[in-house]
């Protein structure tokens, strides 16, 4: 993988975790079969991130899809977002009831690799289409974006147009980001600042931090809770985000600011988990993920780029997006310095 590189949301528990127990006596597909046949559907349970199964989000669709050729009965089950798909799978460890994680981006994978409890997914990857070469064996992308500030065109009619320019503005100008340490989008920002800032980062922190009016626990509280009520004009997002607002909302009010410096690319993945009970369907499932059946859910389900050339079915809001140049580190930079960064946020956001 050349350089290499998400959302936080609301907990939810997913009423089908029940059937786990009932079914934890199944170590194959063809005993599952047979479960089928007595009318007993085997099942698969995927661990992602509550937007991703929200009513509006892509998980409803892609289940539909999924259960419709596998015979089988897919299970979401919502956690608030990658920091904390990271963490059960880490606090359950072989037990998991995990057979499919689904939402860890590029800078969580090597963490996740650490725990020795995923199994390559076999998957043929020929279609992908993504900003940077791909060379993986255990972890999937299956949609890709850019952070970027959203703001509202209303309250703020002439946005900075690079961190710079945010960082000289008045400091009536405020933003909304999220915590690095709770939050998928917060740690891209914190990437983003090292990336452009390199042993500067520190100084960039300081002159950012009477701008920030909050550091939100994770995206969700800060893009729906706080931006949308008009707490504040800007908020850390996604480039991708107007996108929604345009289709459904039909209105060009909400757009990202499009910076200078270049912004920093975010890649979502999923993995397969190596103790699964249902390898067959895991892989399957795996399979389904480039198939598009499943990406054609992701633009305005997810909100992001897919993952594979979707042509005439790109909705035609994404070609009004901002397209800015974007860069990421490695995963195994990120492993190496993410607590060292966060600190270096701490201490200058203190000061």
Wanted: with cysteine; charged share 25%.
């Amino acid at each position: 993988m050349k350089d290499i590189l998400t959302k936080t949301r609301v907990a939810l528990v997913h009423p089908g975790l029940s059937m786990l127990t009932a079914l934890a006596a199944i170590t194959t597909f063809s005993s599952s079969q047979a479960l089928a046949q007595d009318g007993e559907k085997p099942q698969l349970t995927v661990y992602t991130y509550d937007s991703f199964v929200a009513e509006w989000g892509p998980g409803p669709a892609i289940e539909k899809a999924f259960e419709a050729r596998c015979g089988c009965d897919l299970q979401f089950v919502a956690l608030e977002g990658g920091v904390d798909i990271l963490q059960r799978l880490r606090l359950e460890g072989a037990s998991t009831e995990a057979d499919v994680i689904l939402g860890l981006d590029m800078n969580l994978m090597e963490d996740a690799r650490a725990l020795e409890l995923l199994a390559p997914h076999e998957a043929d990857t020929s279609a992908l289409e993504l900003p940077i070469e791909w060379d993986d064996d255990v972890f999937l992308p299956y949609d890709w974006g850019r952070f970027a500030f959203v703001y509202d065109s209303e309250a703020l009619p002439n946005p900075p147009d690079s961190l710079e320019a945010l960082m000289d503005a008045p400091e009536d100008l405020k933003v909304i980001i999220s915590d690095p340490r709770t939050s998928v989008p917060g740690l891209g920002l914190l990437l983003w600042i090292k990336h452009v800032y390199g042993d500067k980062a520190d100084e960039a922190w300081e002159r950012l931090s009477p701008h920030i009016l909050t550091v939100a626990s994770g995206w969700s509280q800060a893009y729906f809770s706080l931006f949308m009520n008009g707490e504040a004009p800007m908020v850390l997002s996604y480039s991708t985000s107007p996108a929604y607002h345009m289709a459904f909302d039909k209105t060009d009010r909400y757009q990202a600011a499009e910076f200078k410096e270049g912004h920093y690319l975010q890649v979502e993945t999923a993995a397969m988990v190596s103790g699964t009970d249902e390898p067959e369907l895991a892989h399957a499932f795996m399979d389904f993920i480039l198939n598009e059946d499943f990406q054609r859910h992701i633009p305005l389900g997810n909100v992001m780029y897919p993952a594979i050339d979707l042509g005439d079915e790109l909705p035609e809001v994404f070609d009004r997006l901002i397209e800015p140049e974007s860069y990421t580190f490695s995963p195994a930079e990120v492993s190496q310095h993410r607590r060292e960064w966060i600190r270096e946020w701490l201490n200058a956001s203190s000061r």
